[in-house]
């Protein structure tokens, strides 16, 4: 089908220039339909790099930035994320899902290929695509050299002036030893603090991930101080969570040295998740945290919505909670759901956390039950403060332990540190006014904030006070449903060149729940199909569809390079008579019953 018009409010990275779809002509157009609080999407982010590298002279990539929180559509916080990203293409401010709704997106990530002549050649859902997106391009190239419509050159990104801060987008801090340590994210770096000044910068500020004594990282995050009794055993005294490498370092603060000490280096997307430290894969560990109960370091696996505790003694990785389900739901450990967890707090009785997509703060006690104290699921969030069963936050960032059993929380999307009281279960504000607050550290007795988009470390006078209202849901489409039996498809085609691997069991795999789970009355669990029939009822929900796909080359049987492709996504679904019986959703390829759909409706 043609391409739809590109339309949104402004872009970015044009050097101020408006730009349609006209003005592709000739190119191989990407669009990534991304939004910033999406981990999912800053995977993509990265994995497109060597392919906008690879393809220069032909290839444009268009960011389409569809907000999931109110925050996203502000334009000023779209412009720091694109620079705290490093995103080097042109952006489509898309705050009314405008470009979203006409190209029928219905999950972030997404990745959409249109040709030299304005039509729509792929679509991809998910991570992993980078070699089958080399493919389709390659394939898009040879025809389009051939008949001419190729054109060759620069594109229109034009960077941003640079900005200089000492600190820019730190994310974490903690106290050691009388002295701040700040994941100073931007610069690459951890950067101690004595009284507010910098006295020592680990780190040289490039990314990377060498060992030494001249480090390097990747945009670190978390933060943890191990307990004297172990960092003599083990020779370090701190473990950073180095998000982009999926890597735990240590760092010896009293030499300088920082060692890997888990993670290969590679992203998890399958496979084992237990075992010796350095051998098993992470993804994207955003937050740690000593807790005692558990005998190690709990690592917030924001990436796959998992909890993963380290053992530094025994150099062991092990999964501590979760299923990998992006979702909201208490219970055992091993069965309960989270989202994109994003800040850790131990205390002797408790492990908080906070799921940043679900706008919720929740905790696990010793016996490894999780339990919810404020939130309601993927796309309900707000600023409400009173009980906490009606309380809401959005895309919370980090959460600190107070000395009165109380928490702090950094609401990172309402620019506030909120407090939760377990005695009284009532939620309250702290402070408003804040630049995207990430973390907070107490400081002899008083709450220091990480103010992230500020690039600065504050300390907010309390203010403590209640905010009544402001309750928000995300703006994405609903998609009615029949009430009944519905087909699901995740619509997959192997890219030019590779086929199903099938050499050691099924290729695919798919995952199907809901929430509420009686929305779901036939149909949830796994399977290897990707097809399933579902019987629904009642009024309305989300279903959680989670699917994966191996591909390898198909002329190389043995030794052919081999792809798994996943994604999750989160439906918002309403149960009609009028809805649909047939759910499609394309995790990589063209859906061709809906493109014929779309083609006779005169789409």
């Given amino acids: 089908m043609r391409a739809p018009e590109l339309v949104g409010r402004g872009w970015l990275n044009t050097g101020g220039t408006d730009l349609r779809l006209a003005d592709f002509r000739g190119k191989v157009l990407l669009l990534d339909f991304w939004t910033f609080c999406c981990i999912n999407c800053l995977h993509v982010l990265d994995e497109l790099r060597p392919v906008e590298e690879e393809f220069g002279d032909v290839l444009v990539t268009v ?52 040709d030299p002549e304005g039509y729509v050649v792929h679509v991809a859902a998910g991570e992993g695509h980078a070699e089958a997106l ?64 910098l006295t020592r910068a680990f ?13 390097t990282f990747s945009e670190p995050s978390g933060l943890t101080v191990l307990p004297a009794r172990i960092a003599e055993q083990v020779g370090y005294d701190v473990v950073v969570a180095d998000t982009v490498n999926h890597l735990l370092r240590g760092l010896d603060t009293r030499t300088g040295v920082v060692t890997t000490v888990a993670g290969t280096g590679e992203q998890w997307r399958d496979g084992a998740t237990d075992g010796p430290a350095t051998d098993i894969d992470l993804t994207s560990p955003w937050d740690v945290a000593w ?46 759901f989270f989202a994109q967890t994003s800040g850790l707090a131990a205390t ?17 006690e010793p016996d490894r039950t999780v339990r919810t104290a404020v939130g309601a699921g993927l796309f309900d969030f707000g600023h409400r403060d009173g009980p906490a069963g009606q309380a809401l936050l959005q895309h919370p960032l980090g959460v600190t332990a107070l000395p009165d059993g109380s928490v702090a929380v950094a609401d990172t999307y ?38 992230s988009a500020a690039h600065r470390l504050e ?25 009944g039996e519905v087909e699901l498809v995740v619509v997959f085609t192997p890219p030019p060149g590779q086929k199903l691997d099938d050499r050691y069991g099924p290729s695919t795999r798919l995952e199907v729940t809901s929430s509420p789970p009686e929305l779901l009355k036939e149909g949830a669990g796994v399977g290897t199909d990707l097809t399933r029939r579902l019987v629904v009822g009642g009024a309305e929900g989300v279903l959680h569809v989670v699917a994966q796909a191996a591909a390898c080359d198909a002329d190389d049987a043995e030794h052919g390079a081999c792809h798994l492709i996943r994604q999750d996504w989160g439906v918002p679904v309403r149960v009609t008579r009028e809805g649909v019986a047939r759910l499609p959703l394309v995790m990589g390829g063209l859906d061709e019953a809906s493109l014929e759909k779309h083609d006779s409706a005169g789409g």
């Fill in 63 to 114: 960011g389409v930035h569809s907000p999931k929180f109110v925050h996203e559509a502000d334009e000023a916080a779209l412009r720091a994320a694109v620079e705290r990203y490093d995103v080097r293409h042109p952006v489509l401010d898309d705050p009314e899902l405008t470009t979203w709704q006409a190209y029928a997106v219905k999950a972030w990530p997404t990745l959409v290929v249109v």
């Fill in 134 to 197: 080399r493919r389709v391009i390659r394939e898009v190239v040879a025809e389009h050299d051939a008949k001419g419509t190729l054109h060759r050159g620069d594109g229109p990104y034009v960077p941003p002036p640079p900005a200089e801060s000492e600190l820019r987008f730190p994310a974490k801090a903690i106290a050691h030893d009388g002295k701040l340590l700040v994941a100073d994210t931007a610069h690459h770096r951890i950067v101690e603090l004595v009284d507010g000044a």
């Fill in 203 to 215: 780190g040289t500020g490039e990314r990377g991930r060498r060992d030494g004594v001249e480090p």
């Fill in 291 to 336: 807790w005692e109960p558990a005998g190690g370091v709990v690592i917030a696996m924001a990436g796959n919505h998992t909890i993963g505790l380290f053992d530094p003694v025994n150099r062991q990785v092990s999964r501590f909670a979760g299923t990998t389900v992006e979702g909201l739901l208490d219970g055992p450990a091993d069965e309960a």
């Fill in 348 to 364: 002797a009785d408790r492990l908080w956390l906070v799921d940043s997509e679900t706008s919720a703060l929740r905790w696990i």
């Fill in 414 to 451: 309402n620019g506030a540190i909120r407090r939760y009281d377990p005695a009284t279960d009532e939620v309250s504000t702290l402070a408003t006014g804040l630049a995207e607050p990430s973390g907070a550290v107490l400081v002899d007795g008083e709450l220091v904030v990480v103010s």
């Fill in 459 to 483: 300390r907010p006078v309390p203010a403590a006070r209640l905010v009544s209202g402001d309750a928000h849901q995300v703006r994405r489409p609903t998609t009615d449903i029949a009430d």
